[in-house]
């Protein structure tokens, strides 16, 4: 049997104004132009792409299936200007075919730097995606990916999850396939499976990055990619693992791969591609459905943190040049006076100072040349590295004043 399990990551940062250091007032972000972007992409990505979504469910009778992880600055962005893509989401959480993650609510690196900081945001996006949506989710997907033991272990102490979503590396599998479950090392248990250990459901990159990067690409050796040949791939993994597990962004979806590449006609056709090439053997699972249906097979040992950014895989999109390190440093030695002038009565602090925990604002401070570069480039709102981080640093300094540190 060969499982397609799709995760849709949906994501917008709130990104910051040009803010001077003469500036003396607490609004931070350009608002304008994550209100701009979010219409932009709504009406090229999240109404065209969930609606082709929901059409395939009811087409399929609901044997098509897919999951998303919804950052809480982009359910917000929606809430404030774009509230038919919230109305679309309670839609396919209505079909049952549609499964939502648990993720940080500001899609922040906070399980490096502070670990109640972390389990306050995993709460509040659980609990907005509850209010929102109408479920409660149990799989977790840290930011970007990033994963190592230490996350599985919290995760299982957590006791909430079932599973977390992570990143298949070669070198870690150790000419494994990443198409099995698997467990963290000792295999922690969770109360979530009824005392069995946390599952690990681990990215087919091969075949995920063939549609999110290399789908419009006249020069990959296998354009244009139809939807039969890419169900003859996945039919491939029959014999040699259970579960294709398909994570992208959700934005690849009209958005990075534009409606003239053929991208939604690729997406409609692939499910009836899929469970023609081999009738009874393929089907859509979301990763509730996978725990449920296939037992692990061995342990996925990470020592080191791992995520799915550029060539490395490693954390290196959002930390280790000098001004990534001194920003996140900065930013997180904020996290006490912020909440203690919260508490005092600042109202917004905290939430301000919490979307500039938002990884994007590291990540465009990244350094990298060649084709990594040109992705940062691509994502970034600056026209370098260095004047994000001189933006960031005098909105710092702001908070550090509300916050009562200078």
């Given at each position: ?281 393929n089907d859509f699972l979301t990763p509730n459905q996978v725990v449920d249906t296939y037992e692990p097979v061995g342990e996925y040992d990470v020592p080191h943190y791992r995520s799915w950014a550029d060539t490395e895989r490693d954390l290196s999109a959002w930390l280790g040049n000098p001004i990534q390190d001194n920003a996140a440093a900065e930013l997180y030695k904020l996290e006490e006076p912020v909440k203690a002038a919260h508490a005092a009565g600042d109202e917004y602090i905290l939430e301000d100072w919490r979307k500039l925990t938002t990884s994007d604002h590291l990540y465009y401070m990244c350094t990298k040349y060649w084709a990594d570069g040109d992705v940062h480039k691509y994502f970034s709102p600056y026209d370098s590295p260095y004047d994000c981080y001189i933006n960031f640093m005098n909105v710092l ?10």
């Amino acid at each position: 049997m060969a499982s397609v399990c799709f995760y849709f990551q949906v994501h917008q940062p709130f990104r910051i104004r040009q803010y001077s250091v003469f500036e003396d007032h607490p609004f931070y972000f350009d608002n304008d132009a994550n209100e701009e972007i979010c219409r932009k992409v709504t009406d090229k990505c999240y109404v065209p792409a969930t609606r082709k979504i929901l059409d395939l469910i009811r087409r399929h009778e609901g044997r098509f299936r897919v999951s998303y992880s919804i950052s809480g600055t982009a359910l917000e962005q929606f809430e404030l200007w774009a509230p038919e893509v919230i109305e679309l989401f309670q839609e396919c959480a209505a079909t049952g075919a549609v499964e939502f993650l648990a993720e940080t609510s500001h899609h922040s690196l906070s399980f490096l730097f502070s670990r109640e900081e972390f389990k306050a945001q995993v709460a509040e996006q659980e609990a907005r995606i509850e209010r929102l949506l109408g479920v409660r989710p149990n799989v977790f997907r840290n930011t970007e990916l990033i994963y190592s033991n230490e996350v599985g272990s919290a995760i299982a102490e957590m006791g909430r999850h079932r599973a977390v979503i992570c990143e298949g590396i070669d070198e870690l599998l150790a000419h494994r396939s990443p198409n099995y479950v698997y467990v963290p090392p000792g295999g922690p248990a969770t109360p979530a499976n009824d005392g069995g250990p946390v599952r690990l459901l681990l990215k087919n990159y091969q075949l995920s990055d063939d549609i999110a990067f290399r789908f419009s690409n006249r020069a990959w050796k296998e354009w244009p990619l139809t939807a039969e040949k890419f169900a003859r791939w996945v039919n491939q993994i029959n014999g040699d693992g259970y579960t294709c597990d398909l994570f992208m962004d959700y934005e690849t979806l009209g958005e990075h791969q534009w409606a003239d590449t053929g991208i939604f006609e690729f997406l409609d056709a692939m499910p009836e591609k899929v469970f023609d090439v081999n009738p009874g053997h393929n089907d859509f699972l979301t990763p509730n459905q996978v725990v449920d249906t296939y037992e692990p097979v061995g342990e996925y040992d990470v020592p080191h943190y791992r995520s799915w950014a550029d060539t490395e895989r490693d954390l290196s999109a959002w930390l280790g040049n000098p001004i990534q390190d001194n920003a996140a440093a900065e930013l997180y030695k904020l996290e006490e006076p912020v909440k203690a002038a919260h508490a005092a009565g600042d109202e917004y602090i905290l939430e301000d100072w919490r979307k500039l925990t938002t990884s994007d604002h590291l990540y465009y401070m990244c350094t990298k040349y060649w084709a990594d570069g040109d992705v940062h480039k691509y994502f970034s709102p600056y026209d370098s590295p260095y004047d994000c981080y001189i933006n960031f640093m005098n909105v710092l300094d702001n908070v550090r004043q509300r916050a009562g540190t200078t």
